[in-house]
């Protein structure tokens, strides 16, 4: 995948900042916070997403309320590395219940999966769901004890 990059200036990296930290905002709240009128933000957020730059918004659950109190990192080992078998595995995994992340990796290992999961229980069918019907050679899983730091604004430079 190729992807182009956007030349931003310092507006630009103040709104993306302060959506960064509170996507929640008006937009007369943030043409207030980065110092512009609501019409000038209002064309500039519109170009960051045709940009593709902006991609969305997300609230920020807290997951643990709702049971989901297990988060495994789970690194992969598989002996095939063909773009079809990685888009077959790919679609795959995203549709085991409980993934929020997956990433195909350099070095020892080949792919990371986060998972966030109602615990150990929860993380067995995953598991299980994982394996069934692919060649992995390894799969292990590191439980998140605790998040120091998650969720948090790039700076952007």
């Not at 990796?105 to 966030?116: H, N, Q, R, T």
């Amino acid at each position: 995948m190729t992807t182009q990059t956007i030349t931003i200036d310092n507006i630009d990296r103040r709104i993306l900042m302060a959506l960064q930290a509170d996507a929640s905002l008006s937009q007369r709240a943030l043409a207030e916070a980065v110092g512009l009128s609501q019409n000038a933000c209002w064309r500039r957020l519109q170009r960051l997403e045709a940009e593709g730059v902006l991609r969305g918004q997300r609230a920020v659950i807290d997951l643990a309320r709702l049971g989901l109190d297990l988060v495994v990192i789970v690194m992969i080992k598989t002996p095939h590395h063909s773009k079809d078998w990685a888009a077959a595995f790919a679609a795959h995994v995203a549709r085991i219940p409980g993934v929020v992340d997956l990433y195909r990796i350099g070095g020892e290992w080949d792919y990371l999966v986060k998972v966030v999961t109602q615990g150990i229980k929860g993380y067995d069918r995953f598991y299980q769901q994982l394996v069934d019907g692919f060649d992995l050679s390894v799969v292990t899983g590191h439980f998140v004890m605790e998040e120091m730091i998650a969720d948090r604004p790039v700076t952007l430079v």
